[in-house]
């Protein structure tokens, strides 16, 4: 079975961490808010750091906000800031922590005008990179051009997760809806 090349050449534990990932979630999509924002959340915090970095503190991440449960984030209080703040399990930067705050509040509001985060990049679909990259940093903190690409990479919006060799491409073809698939 032929992987991206990135996955080939890594060994051992590293290799089974990003063999995990790249096999079960880089580039399928995401039909859960909570599990999005998570993403979102991973992505931003990787900004400056390894992949490999975020992978290892996902569990860390996951307790950290609650499981990623966006009404929760959003309504976090400045006693839940300095909490994560002094959580050696994540990435401690105020910045990112507020990102993460905010971000829940603005996707609370998505969530109400769109019915879901989900619908919502739905309803955005498709645009190039460029154009989501300017929506990113209009709606969103944190929000720069690399971190956007990613993230759209990593739920599918975006091309570019798997080479058309790597067998894992194949299988998320066949789970994209038609109006994501690769024509």
């Known amino acids: ?12 534990d590293r290799k089974a961490l990003h063999k995990a990932y790249h096999d ?8 859960d808010d909570n599990e999005l ?8 915090n990787q900004a400056g750091l390894s992949w490999e970095t975020i992978l290892k503190k996902e569990e860390a991440f996951r307790k950290a906000y ?20 002094n959580d050696a399990g994540i990435i401690r930067n105020r910045l990112k922590v ?6 829940a509040k603005t996707i609370t509001g998505l969530q109400k005008e769109f019915g879901s985060f989900e619908k919502w990049l739905e309803s955005h679909h498709p645009k190039t990179k460029e ?4 929506l990113f940093k209009k709606t969103f903190r944190f ?7 990613e993230f759209l990479q990593s ?15 194949k299988k998320i073809q066949k789970t994209k809806p038609l109006w994501m698939q690769k024509k």
């Open 1 to 12: 079975m032929s992987y991206c090349s990135a996955i080939e050449t890594m060994t051992g």
């Open 24 to 31: 079960n979630h880089y580039g399928f999509p995401i039909h």
């Open 37 to 44: 924002f998570g993403r979102l959340i991973m992505e931003i």
């Open 66 to 85: 609650h499981n990623f449960n966006i009404k929760k984030v959003a309504a976090y209080t400045e006693k839940d800031r300095e909490r994560l703040l």
């Open 98 to 103: 507020n990102a993460a705050i905010e971000n």
């Open 131 to 134: 154009e989501w990259v300017k």
């Open 143 to 149: 929000t720069g051009g690399e971190i956007v690409n």
């Open 155 to 169: 739920i599918g919006y975006l091309p570019g997760a798997h080479t058309e060799g790597c067998a894992i491409f």
